[in-house]
Nanobody, 120 residues
Framework: QVQLVESGGDLVQSGGSLRLSCVAS????????MGWHRQAPGKQRELVAV???????NYADSVKGRFTISRDNAKNTVYLHMNSLKPEDTAVYYC??????????????WGQGTKVTVSS
């Protein structure tokens, strides 16, 4: 089994910064990509940022220039550095990992979420 555990969510004032972390553990053959999604109350879950095995990254337009995703392959950990936070960034942030098995099949796993609240 595979587990993803997020941490770092908190209450922060507008303009502040946070760093989220997500550690993957368990039976891992390969990690093809890791990312962060978020879900605000009453809204659908949306992609925030993704980092692939070659370290290429993609960001939602709403966070470009403010958020940075990074990865420590040795620790199976992905980070989301969030700067210049806005009240509209308030959401539960979910980590995901796209893991490959020896046959090449890919599976997506999710963490339980960590809550970020940005006060105005």
């Amino acid at each position: 089994q595979v587990q993803l555990v997020e941490s770092g969510g908190d209450l922060v004032q507008s303009g502040g910064s946070l760093r989220l972390s997500c550690v993957a553990s368990g039976r891992i053959f390969s990690i093809n990509g890791m990312g962060w999604h978020r879900q605000a109350p009453g809204k659908q879950r949306e992609l925030v940022a993704v980092i692939r095995s070659g370290s290429s990254t993609n960001y939602a337009d709403s966070v470009k220039g403010r958020f940075t995703i990074s990865r420590d392959n040795a620790k199976n950990t992905v980070y989301l550095h969030m700067n210049s936070l806005k009240p509209e960034d308030t959401a539960v942030y979910y980590c995901n990992a796209d893991l490959g098995d020896p046959s090449g099949t890919e599976y997506r796993y999710w963490g339980q979420g960590t809550k970020v609240t940005v006060s105005s």
